[in-house]
């Protein structure tokens, strides 16, 4: 039987589902060890229902993303193994100026324009 200190952040852990809360899931591992998925760890997109996600007493894939050794449980993340992860990006644009999303390169860039007043439009 293995015990708290077995289990690994990053590692892939499977286990039942044993509780969904409107703020995550409980997980339950053979081994006694418990976990919680977040709702914030379901998924990428927008989670309104849970349970259009998982469903009590259902087995599930999940990655271990913390450990409360003290605790005995385990914080997972259901999103971490989708390969459709995406990273958005949002547009900025400030008054005065350039639109850009190519993050601090275009601050370095435009810093000495920009504290002079001199704006691209």
Known sequence: ??????????????????????????VKFDDGVSGLIHISEISNGFVRNIDSFIKQD???????????KEHKQLRLSFKALSSNTRRY???????????????????????????????DD
């Open 89 to 119: 990006t949002k547009r900025v644009k400030f008054q005065g100026m350039p639109e850009s999303i190519k993050g601090f390169g275009t601050i370095r860039d435009n810093m000495s324009k920009w504290i002079k007043g001199e704006y």
């Open 1 to 26: 039987m293995s015990t708290i200190d077995d289990y690994k952040v990053g590692m892939t852990v499977y286990g039942k589902i044993t509780g969904i809360k409107p703020y995550g899931a409980f």
């Open 58 to 68: 259902e087995y599930v894939m999940a990655k271990v993303i913390d450990i409360d």
